[in-house]
Nanobody, 123 residues
Framework: VQLQASGGGLVPAGGSLRLSCVLS????????MGWIRQAPGKEREFVAS????????YYADSVRGRSTISRDNAKNTVFLQLNSLKADDTAVYYC?????????????????WGQGTQVTVSS
């Protein structure tokens, strides 16, 4: 499984970004998908996840109400809409495929990761 994330960039505080991630080399609609981020000097942190059919989603408290995870199974793509961005959201954002079709908040449930896309929020 290969994952290619895109959509990061430099945005002012209060702005928005939409991250995308395309999966290849696997059957996309059999995987739950997740977004994980890592800020400089910090450990990787769960952000959001979505089940194989999009019916179940989970969010970290730090982004709940400001972000939306979604997926398009026809396009093998998962999205993360980030709104009202804060300086604390600055991180490398990774998409990941879960080991099952069930959404999870545990990083250990995601064996396949993409290369990450940088999000920088200027205050």
């Amino acid at each position: 499984v290969q994952l290619q994330a895109s959509g990061g960039g430099l945005v002012p505080a209060g702005g928005s970004l939409r991250l995308s991630c395309v999966l290849s080399g696997g059957t996309f609609n059999t995987y739950a998908m997740g977004w994980i981020r890592q800020a400089p000097g910090k450990e990787r942190e769960f952000v959001a996840s979505i089940s194989w059919n999009g019916r179940t989603t989970y969010y970290a408290d730090s982004v709940r109400g400001r972000s939306t995870i979604s997926r398009d199974n026809a396009k093998n793509t998962v999205f993360l809409q980030l709104n009202s961005l804060k300086a604390d959201d600055t991180a490398v954002y990774y998409c990941a495929a879960a080991r099952s079709h069930l959404a999870s908040v545990r990083l250990n449930d995601y064996p396949s990761w993409g290369q990450g896309t940088q999000v920088t929020v200027s205050s």
